[in-house]
């Protein structure tokens, strides 16, 4: 009984031990690949950092309605300007369209939530 205990814990050290062997060829083998890339990136110039731009439908949508704001907001201050020559009156144009701006989004592009 205890040759036979011996012998199946020599076969399980042995498959242990290939194991072993074999994860150890791997870690070395990545290693050697990490080491190469290393190697070849630190060569190549540095890129800059690109942040990343939303690209579904709502946020293309977002930035079209934004834009149209911004683009409406400044036609409205050219037309104040050309309109009159008082600056108090230009002043006055530019808080009014400051003040209803956001009365302008929830009431057309419906920004609630």
Known sequence: MSKERARRRAAREAEQARLAALRAEQEAR???????VGRV????????????????????????QNGLVVVLFF???VIAWLLWS???ARFGVF?????FVPLFLTLVFDRRS
């Not at 110039?45 to 990343?52: K, L, Q, T």
């Not at 808080?95 to 003040?99: K, Q």
């Open 86 to 88: 008082s600056w108090a």
């Open 30 to 36: 990545l290693a050697r690949r990490r080491a190469r």
């Open 41 to 64: 990136t630190a060569l190549l110039p540095r890129r800059p950092v690109r942040i990343a731009v939303q690209g579904g439908i709502m946020a293309r949508r977002r930035r079209t």
């Open 75 to 77: 036609v409205v201050q």
């Open 95 to 99: 808080v009014l369209s400051a003040l």
